[in-house]
């Protein structure tokens, strides 16, 4: 940070972010460690309490030489001091559960690296300090070399300590501050609200009664989430109001009857729901009675030209346009989905319409080729199908036809085998004890068969982060989608009508219009089913057979242990984010945010901007116009740090305000979280659409362990979730904070020169700013980095090997790349200033603290069905790889820890970027 420019507020306003929760405006006493307590009283102490001190204080000299003498024994003889050798085991092949195929074991006699220098000051005797190295030495496993396997040497004491949970498919640091913070919301949850008489309530203030309001909302949603026994009593009722409007907005045809020579439908040929509901039952029992399915038909249709019939029937492009927009206004997508963001094209802060592909059942492409995942697909969406249709429905073998998707878009599977005996007349019908479980079958495998040509129509991820590919304006008029997009767009209520729409796949429009056009309504309708049974299927009691189903996919996908008790009251604190997440933040930072941990936290942050500045300077592979352009992006980027300003969480007013539009209703669980979806999508269309963006507005609540970078708005972004420990503590030393939350920071800025983000230039714009040689030469490195990565690979449960996408991951890759800022930027603090006191018990340089410190924050353990899953959805690369291929890029690393050349923390070969 300049010491002659100032710099603005984080947040871009005058106030500090936190008030305190008396209203003062006096600045807060800051807390004193315990030492400091003990040196500098504020009032004077007692005989008792100085002797309380005393003792205190040699406790804790004692406990951190202790803890010294045990880490150095056992450093000691870890580096070999005793003549044993230490057996290496290559973790390039692990999964993040530390159960992989090892395909390199050797021996080592290399003696653990040795602090490049001594610290210069003593040990850090405060109860922090020696909390904070005995948390650290847990994380340690000093059997192993770091200059081999830093992985496993700063994270297995770790994973060694948390095995997985049974209900949980990944655990890791990230988790487990989520966890903590979930528990502070808990503590204000289960708090009774104060009760007050008839004279209080009414002297009570307008601040003070939305402050109760807001808590009474809170705590409604929560309780309501906690009533399980109630949510098991109502059983599906919910889905089936939803089930039923999908049905109604989209009533499927179903053939009479097809002839068997010319294929052909006769006039009469076509059942509505209604009737079928009328003579299925019928049916089944004249077939069993030796009567022809014939005779059980009502005949009122059989004079009635089918013109005429065709003419009382809304069109196909009536009912596609009421069905897609009733699902997508309850948050269920299908077939594609829509999004309001920045045209960054013409003016990244005017919002404007973009059309995205839909999500699927199964979370990726590949899931669709595996033959096991697959049959275990179909049955759970044969479930759904059966809970969710009415029972007469599926009754009569003729009512099902083989769908036949475009075979081009991808191969459908077999057709099932016939479903059971033949009429007397020889049409082939099921037995009746199974005759609705085959048709349900057969319906189920036609919707898989639909959704895999529809996922296979979808663009790869690393096509839609592509603004290259994704970025393809075009006119309203002439975006096609088989419906009536104008009718649609009118629905949600836009306050200005969209004149154009950014389609982020062209290609994808085309093949989901041929391919929907090619399916029959009744697998057509069966498929909006089934999406909105997987969107709230989880909002239903835990023994209704639609959320058993969903859980049993999952349970597949994730390789959790199906049935595991998971905890509850977690369950519905996350509920409770996607209801009233706003409510939620304004309650942490209340507590969890000090004034303090602001200021430390935009001091690391500027200080890592400072060092990208610095370092733009001095890039070879950069000309001086391009170097230029970057330095002006880097100083424009607007950090923001605690929580959002829209609304406002100083004011239980305008938070009450925020969430008037979505009223909780007590034992109306459901209905309150689809309410809440529901209104966000509407405020999202009728506020933001056609206008310009509110830069108050987050992407995330105040208590989400994340961050992010927001290309078309240039701003950093950290929730207050997550600056709490092991990511951030104002009292740590710099080597902690800046290898950890400086790590996060310096990541987010990376990203506004990554394989995404230097494609926009500092005003949100994407276009061109770098010229053609610095382009090629960037893009050769950051190829260096995409090939790196495509050699990492996770075992799978089956024992076979899923290589990390490297092109996928790219940009987050490059963005771990930004580490070496928060390096600069810790070195740069610490000018002028004395040397960090260390933590006791640690035999490490703060140097090696500061790769520690970045190592525990990817600590984790997964299935190895999630890490599969992982690598073929998620952007980030799995967590060890976080690790290693960072460090293995970072020649200070080898330095630091005197890594002979050659070894796999210091390789020969390197990718050079920043």
């Known amino acids: ?43 004077e102490m007692t005989a008792g309490e100085k002797l309380l001190g005393a003792v205190a204080l ?34 390039i092949t692990q999964t993040s559960t530390q159960t992989a195929t090892q395909t390199e074991v050797f021996t080592s006699t290399v003696p653990q690296p040795a602090p490049t220098e001594s610290p210069t000051q003593g040990p850090c005797l405060t109860s922090e300090c020696v909390m904070l190295a005995s948390s650290m030495l847990g994380y340690l496993d000093t059997s192993l070399d770091p200059c081999e396997d830093f992985v496993g040497f700063a994270t297995n004491g ?76 109502i059983g599906t009722a919910p889905l089936l109001d939803i089930v039923d409007a999908i049905r109604a907005s989209f009533p499927a045809v179903y053939p009479k009857s097809v002839d068997a020579k010319t294929q052909t439908q006769s006039k009469a040929a076509w059942y509505s729901f209604e009737e079928l509901e009328r003579n299925a039952r019928v049916a089944v029992d004249r077939i069993l009675n030796g009567e022809t399915a014939e005779s059980s038909i009502v005949k009122e249709e059989e004079d009635v030209e089918e013109t005429d019939f065709k003419e009382k029937e809304p069109s196909r492009k009536t009912k596609l346009t009421n069905a897609l927009a009733y699902l997508h206004a309850k948050g269920i997508s299908a077939l594609f989905e829509f999004n309001v963001e920045g045209d960054v094209g ?70 099932w085998p016939s479903p059971g005996p033949k009429t007397p007349e020889g049409d082939e019908f099921p037995a009746p004890e199974s005759s609705r479980s085959n048709l349900v079958k057969k319906l189920a495998h036609q919707v898989v068969v639909f959704e895999t040509a529809l996922a296979r129509a979808g663009a790869d991820p690393e096509d839609i982060f592509d603004p290259t590919k994704a970025y393809n304006p075009t006119p309203f008029e002439d975006v096609e989608l088989g419906i009536d997009l104008a009718r649609y767009v009118s629905a949600f209520a836009p306050r200005n009508f969209p004149s154009k729409i950014i389609v982020t796949s062209p290609s994808f429009v085309k093949k989901v219009n041929k391919l929907v056009a090619n399916t029959d309504d009744h697998v057509l ?6 999406r909105a049974a997987f969107k709230h299927a989880n909002l239903l009691g835990p023994k209704v057979e639609v959320r058993l189903a969903g859980e049993k996919l999952t349970s597949v996908l994730r390789g959790t242990k199906l049935g595991a008790e998971v905890d509850r009251e977690e369950v519905c604190a996350g509920h409770l984010d996607s209801v009233v997440g706003h409510l939620v933040g304004a309650e942490f930072i209340k507590t969890q945010f000090p004034g303090d941990s602001k200021v430390k936290g935009e001091r690391i942050i500027f200080g890592i901007i400072d060092a990208f500045k610095e370092r733009l300077k001095t890039i070879g592979w950069m000309d ?77 609540n105040a208590h989400t362990v994340n961050a992010y970078f927001s290309p078309p708005d240039n701003e950093i972004v950290f929730p207050s979730g997550i600056l709490q420990p092991p990511f951030f503590n104002a009292e740590w030393p710099g ?53 790196q990565y495509s050699k990492f690979y996770v075992v799978g449960p089956d024992g076979k090997q899923v290589h990390v996408n490297g092109n996928l991951t790219n940009g987050e890759n490059i963005g771990d790349f930004g580490l070496r800022f928060a390096w600069k930027a810790w070195k740069a603090s610490l000018e002028g200033q004395k040397e960090e006191k260390i933590l006791p018990g640690l035999p490490y340089t703060a140097e090696q603290m500061f790769f520690l410190s970045f190592g525990r924050i990817w600590a984790s353990t997964a299935s190895p ?32 820890f005197n890594c002979p050349k050659g070894s796999r923390m210091n390789p020969k070969e390197r990718c050079e970027l920043w």
Not at 14 to 36: I, T, Y
Not at 66 to 87: D, V, Y
């Open 58 to 91: 040699i406790f804790l000299v004692l406990a951190a030489t202790f803890i010294g003498l045990f880490s150095g024994l056992k450093h000691r003889i870890s580096s070999g001091e005793t003549g044993s050798t230490t057996t290496i085991t290559d973790y």
């Open 525 to 530: 309708q069966s498929y909006f089913l089934v």
């Open 865 to 896: 069905a999630q890490a599969v899953a992982g690598v073929r959805t998620d952007p980030h690369s799995p967590n060890q790889f976080r690790i290693e291929g960072t460090l293995r890029n970072f020649p200070q690393f080898a330095e630091t």
């Open 158 to 233: 770790w994973v060694k300590a948390n095995p997985l949970p049974k209900s949980k498919a990944i655990w890791g640091s990230f988790n487990q501050v989520r966890a903590n913070n979930q528990k502070v919301i808990l503590e204000i949850l289960k708090k009774p609200i104060t009760v007050k008489s008839v004279e209080e309530l009414k002297k009570e203030t307008p601040e003070e009664i939305a402050e109760r309001d807001n808590l009474v909302k809170m705590k409604t949603v929560f309780d309501d989430c906690l009533n399980e026994d109630h949510l098991d009593e």
């Open 624 to 700: 001086d116009a391009s170097r230029k352009k970057a330095i002006a992006k880097a100083e424009a980027i607007t950090p923001k740090i605690g929580y959002p300003l829209y609304p406002n969480h100083k004011s239980p007013i305008a938070l009450r305000n925020y969430y008037a539009r979505s009223p909780v209703n007590s034992g109306d669980f459901f209905e309150d979280v689809v309410r809440a979806t529901e209104s966000d999508l509407a405020k999202s269309w009728q506020a933001a659409l056609g206008n310009k963006r509110n830069v108050d507005i987050w992407e995330m």
């Open 1 to 43: 940070m300049s010491d002659t420019t100032p710099r603005p507020s984080t947040d871009l306003e005058s106030s500090p972010l936190l008030a305190h929760r008396n209203g003062d405006e006096e600045e807060a006493p800051q807390n004193k460690s315990f030492l400091a307590a003990l040196t500098d009283p504020t009032r």
């Open 346 to 415: 013409v003016d990244p802060q005017f919002q404007v319409l973009s059309l995205y592909q839909s999500s699927t059942g199964l979370p990726a492409k590949p899931y669709y080729d595996e033959v096991s995942i697959v049959e275990v697909y179909e049955e759970v969406v044969a479930t759904l199908l059966s809970e969710l249709l009415p029972k007469s429905l599926l009754s009569d073998a003729s009512l099902l036809v083989e769908s036949s998707p475009d075979s081009s878009l991808w191969p459908p599977f077999p057709s």
């Open 735 to 787: 080597y902690l904070s800046y290898g950890s939350f400086g790590a996060v920071a310096a990541h987010e800025l990376a990203h506004a020169f990554d394989s995404t983000g230097s494609k926009y230039d500092d005003k949100g714009f994407f276009r061109d700013w770098w010229s053609n040689s610095t382009v090629k030469a960037f893009e050769e490195r950051a190829n260096c980095i995409a090939e």
